[in-house]
């Protein structure tokens, strides 16, 4: 079985400040690590995603992640923060094998504040 | 373009009244699913269907039904609502296979039953 926790529902930050949300997981396979952001009234949209590879991975809008295997933790990360970041932002698991092939199983999702 | 394109975006009904909402997708991909998004408790996946006519519970499906009569369509039903199931619904679609990539998604059904 699969499963995301992500630390912390609500995140505040003031604009131009560092952004982290923190996602760990647990997975039987090895996984695949995605973050995806929803914004008010829309589907949720690709940040990035961890399949195999280099183990810091860079997304759209500055945002990038680091696969941390002995920590299993896929935290997000951006520099400094815009008011435009303010969203809901998804971390999720993908096993590629076993019971959990194909399927995505998200955590419970944090809010994202930017303050001016 | 790829997309992922789900009907209704709103929609109210009343207690055991059928419903229906469609999904279908343009990218050939194999896999469908279904969530449903609800306050503090993430995406739960409802049914999925890893192909025409292979179709399988996902962690909620209780009061859902799903089919899959051709690739490109996943259409969710609910034969009789009730107001538990008010939430925000996504389709998405991905490809299975090797270099699995993301899933991409629908822009949601957001369902009020009363």
């Known amino acids: 079985a699969q499963s995301v926790t992500q630390l912390g529902s609500h995140v505040s930050v003031s604009e131009g400040a560092l952004v982290l949300l923190r996602c760990n997981y647990s997975s039987s396979v090895p996984p695949y690590l995605f973050w995806y952001v929803q914004y008010p009234n829309q589907g949720l949209q690709l940040l990035l995603k961890?399949?195999?590879?280099?183990?810091l991975v860079k997304g759209i809008n500055g945002f990038e992640a680091e696969f941390k295997k002995s920590e299993t933790s896929f935290h997000l990360t951006k520099p400094s923060a815009h008011m435009s970041d303010a969203a809901e932002y998804f971390c999720?698991?993908?096993?590629?094998?076993?019971?959990?092939?194909?399927?995505?199983?998200f955590g419970q999702g944090t809010i994202l504040t930017v303050h001016p | 373009e790829a997309q992922v394109t789900q009907n209704p975006r709103y929609l109210i009904t009343v207690t055991g009244k059928k419903l229906t909402v469609t999904c279908s997708q343009n990218?050939?991909?194999?896999?469908m699913s279904w969530y449903r998004q609800d306050p503090g408790l993430g995406l739960r996946q409802i049914y999925y269907s890893m192909n025409v006519e292979v179709t399988d519970k996902g962690d909620v499906p209780e009061g859902y039904k799903v089919s899959r009569k051709e690739k490109r369509n996943f259409p969710l039903i609910l034969e009789s609502p009730s107001p538990n199931q008010t939430s925000l619904y996504f389709c998405a679609s991905s490809r299975l296979g090797q270099g699995i990539t993301e899933a991409f998604f629908g822009q949601g059904t957001r369902l009020t039953v009363v």
């Open positions: 999720a698991v993908r096993g590629a094998g076993g019971t959990s092939y194909g399927k995505l199983t």
């Open positions: 990218m050939n991909h194999e896999y």
């Open positions: 961890y399949t195999t590879g280099a183990t």
